[in-house]
């Protein structure tokens, strides 16, 4: 809830004249964020911010002045560290006693500990198929038999989890289409495009290239120990104290959500242009 609000609010702090009154919003939500999942929280706020530094840098270009989006930074940076310092500190002080107690554990057992569920590649199926791999552990009617939440070793000693999974992942084909039909349109361009092509148009191919390579990386980073260069993300500060990279998936629906929208939009625009030219 609080990122969509958000996310809002942040593109009309870079946009509108009333920039101060919407960097303060954006700023509240994107703090109000950390008062729940403080994970899950972070996860988003990487991609919030990465949007709110493209449409600053996108803003200052056009305007050829850096005051306005450094200061709408500025303000919307101030409010979220003042709604989410309470919460981020308290749960700064847990981790640092967890990290205490598993100072005597390997780096092996660490990384096992942090990545058990990632989402697995070959799962990604679930995103057009409910219930290919079983709909849940547990679940009499179609159990799941995937390898998420599966214990290090497991295959080899049969202790701990052979797999946990409490939800579907299911998405839908259309948004997929769409989000596709988005990025082709960006690409490529339409026919529709060329008449319309200028400023507007680079700003919004701008856009769907963003939220492509967001969606891109999020579901990468939900793949957790099954991609490779999640290594490296792992070495960022307290990203190692953080579980289960499965939880990139929730942002991953948030920007497939918005390539989506993009995408429906692009094919009504083609529909009317090819109406339009048939008559």
Not at 36 to 48: K, T
Not at 104 to 110: L, N
Not at 262 to 275: F, I, Q, S, V
């Given at each position: 809830?609080?990122?969509?609000?958000?996310?809002?609010?942040?593109?009309?702090?870079?946009?509108?004249?009333?920039?101060?009154a919407?960097s303060?919003?954006?700023?509240?939500?994107i703090?109000?964020?950390?008062?729940?999942?403080?994970?899950v929280?972070?996860f988003?706020?990487?991609?919030l911010?990465?949007?709110?530094?493209f449409?600053a840098i996108?803003?200052?270009r056009?305007?050829?002045?850096?005051?306005k989006?450094?200061?709408?930074?500025?303000?919307?940076?101030a409010m979220g560290l003042?709604?989410?310092?309470s919460n981020?500190?308290?749960?700064?002080?847990i981790?640092?006693?967890?990290?205490?107690?598993?100072q005597?554990?390997?780096?092996?057992e660490?990384?096992?500990?942090?990545?058990?569920?990632?989402?697995?590649?070959?799962?990604s199926i679930?995103?057009i198929?409910?219930?290919?791999?079983?709909?849940r552990?547990c679940?009499?009617?179609?159990p799941?038999w995937?390898?998420?939440?599966r214990?290090?070793g497991w295959?080899e000693?049969r202790q701990?989890?052979m797999n946990?999974?409490?939800?579907?992942?299911y998405?839908g084909?259309i948004?997929?289409?769409?989000?596709?039909?988005?990025?082709l349109?960006?690409?490529k361009g339409l026919p529709?495009d060329?008449a319309g092509a200028?400023?507007?148009?680079?700003e919004?191919?701008?856009e769907?290239i963003?939220w492509?390579?967001?969606?891109?990386?999020?579901?990468?980073?939900?793949?957790g120990?099954?991609f490779?260069l999640y290594?490296l993300?792992?070495?960022l500060?307290l990203?190692s104290?953080?579980r289960n990279p499965?939880k990139?998936l929730?942002?991953?629906?948030l920007?497939?959500?918005?390539l989506a929208?993009?995408?429906l939009?692009?094919?009504l625009?083609?529909?009317?242009?090819?109406?339009?030219?048939?008559s």
């Amino acid at each position: 809830l609080w990122a969509g609000v958000g996310l809002y609010c942040l593109a009309q702090a870079l946009e509108s004249q009333a920039h101060y009154a919407w960097s303060i919003l954006a700023g509240a939500a994107i703090g109000l964020m950390f008062l729940e999942q403080l994970d899950v929280a972070l996860f988003f706020g990487l991609v919030l911010g990465a949007y709110a530094l493209f449409l600053a840098i996108r803003q200052a270009r056009a305007s050829h002045s850096w005051w306005k989006p450094c200061l709408v930074l500025l303000t919307l940076g101030a409010m979220g560290l003042l709604f989410s310092f309470s919460n981020i500190l308290s749960n700064y002080r847990i981790n640092v006693q967890e990290v205490a107690v598993m100072q005597a554990e390997s780096a092996e057992e660490k990384w096992a500990y942090a990545t058990q569920w990632s989402w697995p590649p070959t799962e990604s199926i679930d995103f057009i198929a409910p219930g290919y791999m079983g709909w849940r552990s547990c679940e009499a009617a179609g159990p799941y038999w995937g390898r998420m939440g599966r214990s290090a070793g497991w295959e080899e000693t049969r202790q701990g989890f052979m797999n946990f999974k409490l939800e579907n992942q299911y998405l839908g084909a259309i948004p997929i289409l769409l989000a596709l039909f988005a990025l082709l349109a960006a690409i490529k361009g339409l026919p529709h495009d060329q008449a319309g092509a200028g400023a507007e148009h680079s700003e919004r191919k701008a856009e769907i290239i963003f939220w492509s390579c967001a969606a891109g990386l999020t579901l990468l980073l939900a793949f957790g120990k099954y991609f490779p260069l999640y290594a490296l993300f792992y070495k960022l500060p307290l990203i190692s104290t953080i579980r289960n990279p499965n939880k990139f998936l929730q942002v991953f629906q948030l920007t497939l959500g918005i390539l989506a929208a993009y995408g429906l939009d692009e094919a009504l625009k083609y529909h009317r242009a090819r109406t339009l030219r048939k008559s």
